[in-house]
C-alpha cells in the first residue's frame, strides 16, 4: 500500500512513477473522495464528542428536571445524524481503501519505465558452454537418465505435473539440502510454513485483491480467496509479523523457507519451454528479510550476492537483469533477475526473483518497529529472493553439463548427497 500522504502532496511524483509501469490512476478523483472522507470523519468525530457532553449531562440531571426531557430528545435526534453520518463514513472508507488496494508500488528512480524490453543486462558470470557435439535438451536427457517420469506425472495430476525419480528425486533432494546448508551458514532462521494461508495473508503480500485468480483457491469468502495453496513461501513468510510492531535491536530479521509452490497459470509461454520449466506446482527455497529503511539497500545487494553465489557454485553460466517498471512484479520497488543460460532454447531463464518491497507491504500487513531512541513506531522494509528454484534449474544443469557420451557431470557441492560425480543412462521403466 502507498503512502496516502504520499499520494495527497506529491500527486505528479506519483503519476509519473506509476506511467513507467503503464499503470494509471485516477488520482484527481480519489484526492476529491479523500477530502470528503476526511471532512465526514471530523464531523463524526466531532458528534460523537457531542453525544459524550450529552450523556455526561443527562446522567448528571434528575429524571424529573424540566429539562431532561429536551435533552433526551436532543440525544435521540443526535443519534441518529450520527448513526447516519457513520454509515456514510464505511462507505466513503471502503471505496478509499479499494482504490489504495489497487494501486501497484512505486518503482525506484532509477529503474527503467515499459516492460521487458528495457530489460537491462548489468553483468554475466563466466561465458556460454559451447559443445563439439549435437547436445541434447533437458527433456530427452531427463528421460535418457531416468530422473524424471512426465507421463506417470500427467497420469497423476494432468498437465503442468511431473514425477522424479530415482537418481532425479536425490537430485532435487540434493539441490534443497545445499541451499538450506548454505543458508543456515549465513545465519537465516529455517521456517517451514503452513502451505494453506488466508486471504489476509495473500492481501499484505500484495496478490490480493487484483491477483487473487493466480492462486489454487481451497475455499472462497465474500472478500475473495479465504484459504488457498500458497503460491510462494514469500506470502507466508511476510505476514510472520503482521500487525506486530518489532524493536529496533531485533533488525534485521532474516528468514528462509522451503516449500512447494503451487501456481494456476502456467500458460503463454513459448512452445520451446518445455519438461520442468513451468508447472502447478515446484519446489524453491525462499529468502526474507525485515529491516529498517535505511539498511534495505545494503539488503538488497546481500539477497542478490547470496543467489549469485549459490548459481555459480553449481558451476552454471548466468546473468543479472534489472528488470524494467512493467516487468517487475506489482508489490516491488526494484527486482534484479539472476537468469541461468539454457541451450536449448538459447534464452536465459529466472532462477531467483531477488527484490524490494520497500515499506509497500508493511503498510499491507501493519508491520512495524519501535525506533531505539525512543518516538513513533515505523513500518519496516520488507525484501525477499528465491534462494532458490530448482524446476528450471534443474533443466539447466543437465543442458550445461552433459557429456558426449550422454552422461551429465554432478557439480561437485552435490556430491555427498548424490554420492556419485556423474550421472549415467538408465533403462526406461
Not at 531485533?250 to 518445455?274: D, K, Q, T, V
Not at 531505539?372 to 515505523?378: V, Y
Request: glycine content about 6%; aromatic content about 8%.
Amino acid at each position: 500500500m502507498l503512502d496516502i500522504t504520499l499520494l495527497r502532496e506529491h500527486p505528479e511524483h506519483v503519476e509519473r512513477a506509476l506511467a513507467k509501469r503503464a499503470a494509471y490512476a485516477d488520482l484527481t478523483g480519489f484526492l476529491a473522495l479523500d477530502e470528503t472522507y476526511r471532512r465526514r470523519k471530523a464531523e463524526v468525530e466531532q458528534l460523537r464528542a457531542e453525544r459524550k457532553r450529552l450523556s455526561r449531562e443527562l446522567a448528571q440531571l434528575p429524571s424529573a428536571e424540566p429539562g431532561a426531557l429536551a435533552k433526551r430528545a436532543e440525544a435521540t435526534d443526535l443519534g441518529t445524524h450520527l448513526a447516519a453520518l457513520e454509515e456514510r463514513l464505511a462507505k466513503l472508507s471502503e471505496e478509499r481503501q479499494a482504490f489504495l488496494d489497487q494501486l501497484p508500488n512505486l518503482p525506484d528512480e532509477d529503474v527503467q519505465g515499459g516492460g521487458k524490453e528495457q530489460n537491462e543486462v548489468i553483468r554475466e558470470h563466466s561465458t556460454r558452454p559451447e559443445f563439439d557435439f549435437q547436445p541434447r535438451d533437458h527433456v530427452e536427457l531427463a528421460h535418457a537418465l531416468g530422473l524424471i517420469d512426465y507421463e506417470r506425472g500427467v497420469k497423476l495430476s494432468g498437465t503442468g505435473h511431473w514425477v522424479y525419480r530415482g537418481n532425479g528425486a536425490l537430485l532435487e533432494w540434493a539441490l534443497l539440502s545445499f541451499f538450506v546448508e548454505t543458508h543456515l551458514r549465513d545465519g537465516y532462521e529455517f521456517i517451514l510454513p503452513p502451505h494453506l494461508l488466508t486471504y489476509q495473508a495473500g492481501y499484505t503480500a500484495g496478490q490480493f485483491p487484483k491477483f487473487a485468480d493466480d492462486v489454487f483457491v481451497i475455499e472462497q469468502g465474500p472478500a475473495g480467496p479465504q484459504r488457498f495453496l500458497l503460491p510462494t513461501a514469500e506470502t507466508a513468510l511476510i505476514s510472520l509479523h503482521r500487525d506486530e510492531v518489532l524493536l529496533e535491536s531485533e533488525l534485521p530479521r532474516r528468514y528462509f523457507a522451503y516449500s512447494p509452490c503451487y501456481r494456476r497459470e502456467i500458460g503463454g509461454y513459448r512452445s520451446a519451454e518445455r519438461g520442468t520449466l513451468r508447472g502447478h506446482q515446484f519446489d524453491k527455497v525462499e529468502l526474507v528479510q525485515f529491516t529498517r529503511p535505511d539498511t534495505s539497500d545494503a539488503a538488497h545487494q546481500e539477497l542478490l550476492v547470496k543467489a549469485e553465489e549459490l548459481v555459480g557454485a553449481l558451476g552454471l553460466h548466468y546473468r543479472v537483469t534489472r528488470l524494467a517498471a512493467g516487468d517487475t512484479s506489482a508489490a516491488m520497488a526494484k527486482t534484479f533477475d539472476v537468469e541461468v543460460w539454457l541451450p536449448s532454447i538459447n534464452a536465459y531463464v529466472e532462477v531467483s526473483s531477488v527484490s524490494n518491497a520497500r515499506d509497500y507491504q508493511a503498510r499491507r500487513g501493519n508491520i512495524r518497529y519501535r525506533p531505539a531512541t525512543g518516538g513513533k513506531a515505523a513500518y519496516v522494509h520488507t525484501l525477499n529472493a528465491s534462494g532458490l528454484a530448482t524446476s528450471r534449474l534443474l533443466p539447466a544443469l543437465l543442458e550445461q553439463h552433459q557429456q558426449p557420451d550422454g552422461t551429465v557431470t554432478v557439480p561437485e557441492v552435490l556430491r555427498p548427497w548424490l554420492k556419485t560425480d556423474r550421472l549415467i543412462p538408465t533403462t526406461p521403466r
